[in-house]
């Protein structure tokens, strides 16, 4: 019998679900609309479920993993004011602060900052802890402090400025962990939204299917100024565990004087290392521009215009001062470009004519350029308002990025004397953008006061583009080497996560182009393999190419459910499988491609209706790779081979395992199902074998083979074989398939199966 819980692709091992089948419930991805970052719920065939919880980026250093901090702001609390001029303190509500180490601090002007305990002001507020929301008053204020502090001893601190007639401020926490539950889902047909929950259907998850998702609520106030800290502390903090060991503070350099009388076991806590980073600040428009454009990293200029304050230049310097010191904190011991993203100018007397000739008339404002003097955004404010934007995790950046990558291809589509090596960097450019979801939100506002930064939009011509990236691909078949930038690009392009994504926002089944250049990618695959190590370590620059076979395939099986313009991905079924073939034949086909290969040719049916192609196929991949003596050690050669972008590489050790027993007991099922491929049945008893020695015990797989060997002609051995499948029933097998079990141990007894 085919193993529907078995064959589930846990994330986590340890994970189980209970779900009943609910009209409505489509096959396809959820995203999370609650609990921080994006949750994936996949449900795919086979009653295969798969939640994604972490994902990102990650860099190979000699035989180090370095996994990359996400681009994406990491301020996880979200404030709203109500402003009153007339009043004399401010309302603080804390939504749910629940038993999280919260601490909120207070700072007039230049003074210590003064921490409470989130926790203590709850059980003074609400001793019985009621109350679900937390409000209470703090006297007025220039700044406040949030802390999250988690249970490793790091602290999320983050330092916002308070309107001056603020009277109220909502708080709220989004804490994205979870943890290990039992699950059940629930589909609600009037908002069509997924709600998952632990058995008590207490605070659900909640998800939408993907074609359906809405751009993400931005948190709209933004600290000034963010840090992440390791046993961060205050003067009166109770000490914790780790604090007593003097382990060192990130970002903070530890007043000694401050902390004098502190009983430390040890020596108190060291300063961090901070590089001794300074900014070029030039004196003309023109060197600045200059400067950018040489840069080692991709560098924005910021123009500050801000003739009418007498206090600009002084301000100015004091913001330069303090993105020196943030940036050599980001870079820790040594320059790294990666955090270098903005030099920083401020426009005087001499640059009025540029500013006219630009048609800028707003004093104060703050403009951004790219290297070659465009114009990115702007924004009707002066540099103090907006000082928080200059970030290299910051927002600001992903957009300015996606604007003069937009920019930057469009130039490069119109210049008629453009070279093959300007195109590839052009739609290289674009397709290794990050993920938007705010397509349109950046280029306007709707408040014409606004000091919001609006970005420069660019329109292409899709079909233009297109034609382009036809005839590049085309140019380049006949290549004796690779290059990695456009083998990333296509990468990127066939997995729907590319220049046509970004710059269009559409998804789309892939094409001929698409096709020819998946040739190009597995005529040049052991190149690539050769070199993907160190094209994806050339900092400052970030890429992740993997192994060319494994991404091809799972550009192939993504393929599958994709659609464009009413047609779907089941199009190009024919290519698809001549792709495979190709792979196989070359001798390439690794564990990833093999795997791809036999999900899609299970679900196809022979034109007699039988599974012939699918179990040839499997039959002879079985043979030459998983029989013979010692299946484990194979299988832990095979695992130790697989490239580091394939899943199972994640998802471990018992999730590979799993896969093939699970395969070869489906494969044998179907011979079980289907008499037109009863030619397999020998083969099929070997499969079923092989997956009870891999997962022993299992029902699922002692039921399959029971009803292969009566078919075989081994009736005895198939009843004590189906004897074996009911004594190993659980919990985990669903009430109608261990009673169809039973119903088939009854029939091989009395000889009517």
Not at 81 to 108: C, E, H, M, R, W
Request: hydrophobic share 35%; charged share 25%; proline share 3%.
């Amino acid at each position: 019998m085919r193993n529907f819980i078995w064959s589930l692709s846990l994330l986590f091992a340890g994970i189980s679900i209970s779900s009943a089948q609910t009209n409505g419930i489509e096959k396809g991805t959820y995203l999370s609309t609650n609990k921080g970052g994006k949750i994936k719920l996949n449900l795919l065939d086979d009653n295969k479920y798969e939640l994604v919880f972490y994902s990102g980026g990650y860099e190979i250093k000699g035989d180090s993993l370095v996994f990359l901090k996400s681009k994406n702001t990491v301020n996880r609390f979200d404030l709203s004011f109500v402003k009153d001029k007339k009043a004399k303190k401010i309302k603080i509500k804390f939504l749910n602060p629940s038993y999280y180490s919260f601490y909120i601090g207070t700072q007039k002007g230049t003074e210590t900052v003064q921490y409470q305990k989130v926790s203590d002001i709850k059980t003074k507020e609400d001793p019985e802890w009621v109350k679900t929301d937390l409000e209470f008053e703090i006297d007025k204020t220039d700044f406040l402090y949030l802390v999250y502090e988690d249970y490793n001893g790091k602290s999320d601190v983050n330092k916002y400025a308070l309107p001056k007639d603020v009277s109220e401020v909502t708080i709220n926490y989004d804490l994205a962990v979870l943890s290990d539950l039992n699950l059940v889902g629930f589909f609600d047909k009037n908002t069509k939204e997924l709600k998952v929950s632990d058995e008590h259907g207490k605070d659900p998850l909640v998800f939408v299917n993907e074609k359906d998702e809405k751009p993400a609520k931005i948190p709209t106030v933004v600290p000034v100024e963010t840090q992440s800290i390791t046993n961060w502390t205050y003067p009166g903090k109770e000490p914790d565990y780790g604090d007593a060991y003097g382990a060192a503070v990130d970002s903070v350099i530890v007043d000694t004087a401050a902390v004098a009388g502190t009983a430390y076991p040890i020596d108190p806590p060291t300063a961090y290392t901070k590089y001794d980073f300074k900014l070029k600040i030039e004196d003309n428009l023109k060197k600045a521009i200059e400067s950018t454009k040489t840069a080692a990293s991709n560098k924005f200029l910021v123009v500050v215009v801000d003739s009418k304050n007498k206090a600009a230049k002084e301000n100015f310097d004091a913001f330069v001062k303090e993105q020196e010191t943030q940036t050599g904190y980001n870079m820790y011991d040594s320059y790294n470009a990666l955090y270098d993203t903005y030099n920083f100018y401020l426009a005087g007397a001499d640059d009025k004519k540029w500013l006219k000739n630009n048609k800028i008339t707003n004093d104060p404002s703050l403009l951004v350029l790219n290297g070659n003097g465009d114009l990115l955004a702007i924004a009707k404010s002066d540099l103090t308002t907006q000082q928080y934007q200059f970030s290299y995790y910051g927002d600001l950046n992903r957009k300015l990025q996606k604007a003069n990558a937009f920019l930057a291809i469009d130039k490069v589509l119109k210049n008629k004397k453009a070279s093959d090596a300007d195109l590839i960097a052009a739609f290289n450019k674009v397709a290794s953008l990050e993920p938007s979801y705010d397509y349109d939100s950046e280029y306007t506002v709707s408040d014409p006061n606004s000091t919001d930064f609006v970005l420069t939009k660019t329109v292409l011509d899709q079909k233009a583009v297109a034609q382009t990236w036809k005839k590049l691909i085309e140019a380049h078949q006949k290549d004796k080497a690779v290059n990695m930038y456009l083998a990333e690009t296509i990468i990127k392009e066939i997995k729907n996560q590319g220049f046509t994504k970004q710059l269009f926002n559409q998804e789309k089944i892939l094409n001929d182009t698409d096709f020819l250049a998946i040739d190009y990618l597995l005529k040049h695959s052991d190149d690539i393999e050769n070199n993907k190590a160190a094209f994806n370590s050339s900092a400052p620059e970030i890429h992740n190419v993997g192994n060319a076979v494994s991404e091809v395939s799972n550009a192939l099986q993504q393929n599958l459910y994709a659609s464009q313009d009413g047609l779907t991905g089941e199009m190009n079924k024919e290519k698809i499988n001549s792709v495979y073939k190709e792979i196989i034949a070359s001798g390439k086909g690794n564990f990833d491609a093999y795997r791809n290969y036999f999900y899609y040719l299970s679900q196809l049916e022979d034109q007699d209706g039988s599974n012939a192609t699918y179990l040839k196929e499997f039959s002879t991949y079985f043979d030459n790779t998983l029989a013979g003596a010692s299946p484990i050690e194979k299988l832990d050669a095979i695992f130790g081979g697989l490239d580091s972008s394939s899943s199972y590489s994640y998802d471990g050790w018992s999730s590979f395992k799993l896969y093939h027993s699970d395969i070869c007991n489906n494969a044998a099922w179907t011979v079980v199902l289907k008499p037109q491929n009863s030619n397999f049945l020998k083969e099929a008893i070997k499969w079923s074998e092989y997956s009870l020695v891999i997962s022993k015990n299992n029902p699922y797989y002692l039921d399959t083979l029971a009803q292969l060997y009566y078919k075989n002609g081994q009736a005895q051995k198939a009843i004590e074989t189906q004897v074996l499948a009911v004594k190993f029933i659980t919990s985990d097998v669903d009430e109608e398939t261990a009673n169809q079990m039973k119903e088939v141990l009854t029939k091989m007894s009395n000889g009517t199966y």
